[in-house]
């Protein structure tokens, strides 16, 4: 497989790497706007007055939006062809809700723009993930770990970058300048990339668009429900959701309350947390290659359960983001999720397959929820010991994998 992979990267042109960047770059944003407000939070929570339990329905109402409306996209994406339409349509709305925050001036409406920026988010994955494995589709291990890769590098650079915004000027700004890139990838996107795949009978049927799609997700749904390893790719990936959601949703808070660590601080530990994800996440492909993804998905999970509890209980402040920056290491399993979910799914339905994916995912609006009723009700301790079982729960559902590489549609 090694060999296969460098032979296939070697007929690679400058553009080829190009719109592998912009794709990249691309995912780095939707990422960052995936963890936008995890940073800020504490200046969120002083600024509003909020209760542990406010500040984590803050942090699910971006999820619960993402587990509503990803699946649906994702089958319009499969049915209608139209997977960049969609992605920068999506990512345009998310930018313009987060910038909206910069005059939200109560709880309530906050909760509303993160809402609708999580519907916009949530067009990205499904979209982006069928649009970079379709244009590198002889190279998809190589791929799909630098698109990971730089999924994790903007999520590493976002909380950088808005703590230190954050703490020159207001959260307000932060955000406000933080989706500023979209102005520059998203175009980029709509010039480089083309769908490639479509259903031919879209735009023609003769019913309804209504009754039309409502044909396509039966046909397509059951496509993707039908596929066990999809199936179980995906409640992998919610656990993995669900830990990592409590473990970065509070980090700030765990932070200011043990160690009273300043806001640059902590978002520099929420950076470092991603950059580590950045270096793992080629690890991940290769070990993809290397080992079977049952393997290659236990041994993460079962590690970052224990370095979750590690970052819960350390006594130590100088000792506490190193553990974080391990954790970083463990957590990043996209690329054997994705990438297995390419070779494990038909073509037709790559988007609907990584919409369920991520729509699993999405479900960490549970454990954010969760986590800040078991803060409110016990500490913030208990809401880590909730995330390290929630990776172990992951570790042991992806023991139910098949060794196989492929399955054939």
């Known amino acids: ?46 600024d509003l007055g909020l209760s542990n339990l406010q500040a984590g329905t803050l942090l699910s109402i971006f999820s619960i939006a993402t587990f509503l409306f990803i699946f649906p996209l994702s089958l319009l994406a499969d049915a209608g062809g139209r997977k960049k ?17 910069r005059w939200a001036s109560n ?9 609708f920026a999580g ?33 994790n590098a903007g999520a590493s650079l976002m909380p950088f970058i808005e703590s230190t915004i954050a703490a020159s000027s207001d959260w307000r700004n932060a955000i406000s300048m933080s989706v500023l890139p979209a102005a520059i990838l998203l175009p980029l996107v709509g010039a480089r990339y083309k769908n490639s795949t479509k259903n031919p009978s879209f735009g023609k049927a003769k019913e309804s668009l209504i009754v039309y799609l409502r044909k396509q997700f039966s046909i397509i749904s059951t496509k993707v429900f039908k596929n ?16 990592s959601g409590i473990a970065t949703g509070f980090l700030s808070l765990l932070a200011y309350d043990r160690f009273a660590l300043s806001t640059t601080t902590i978002g520099t530990a929420i950076s470092l947390y991603f950059l580590a994800g950045v270096l793992a996440k080629p690890i991940m492909g290769f070990l993809y290659n290397w080992w079977c993804a049952r393997t290659a998905i236990i041994i993460p999970m079962v590690l970052s359960g224990l370095l979750t509890l590690g970052v819960a209980f350390v006594p130590w402040e100088t000792t506490f983001i190193p553990l974080i920056t391990i954790l970083g290491v463990c957590v990043p399993i996209s690329p054997i999720i994705l990438t ?31 986590g800040g009723w078991l803060a409110e009700l016990r500490s913030l301790e208990m809401s880590y010991i909730c995330a390290a079982i929630f990776f172990w729960i992951g570790a042991g559902i992806a ?9 054939k549609s």
């Open 119 to 151: 519907v916009g988010n949530a067009t990205f994955h499904p979209s982006g993930t069928s649009l970079t494995t379709e244009r590198f589709s002889k190279s998809r291990p190589f791929a799909v770990s630098i698109y990971s890769m730089m999924g």
């Open 107 to 115: 709880f309530a409406t906050i909760l509303l723009c993160v809402f």
């Open 399 to 407: 023991s139910l994998l098949s060794k196989r590489r492929q399955i």
């Open 1 to 46: 497989m090694g060999k296969t992979l460098l032979t296939s990267k070697e007929s690679w042109r400058v553009q080829d790497y190009f719109d592998l960047l912009v794709i990249g770059a691309t995912h780095g944003l939707s990422d960052g706007f995936s963890g936008l407000l995890k940073p800020i939070l504490v200046l969120i929570v002083l």
């Open 340 to 370: 297995a979910a390419a070779d494990r799914s038909d073509q037709a339905t790559m988007a609907s397959s990584v919409g369920l994916i991520y729509t699993c995912y999405g479900l960490s609006f549970i454990s954010t929820f969760l």
């Open 85 to 101: 339409e969609i992605l920068i349509t999506g990512l345009g709305i998310a930018a313009i809700a987060f910038l909206s925050l």
């Open 228 to 243: 066990r390893e999809i199936v179980i790719l995906a409640f992998v990936y919610a656990c993995t959701g669900m830990g």
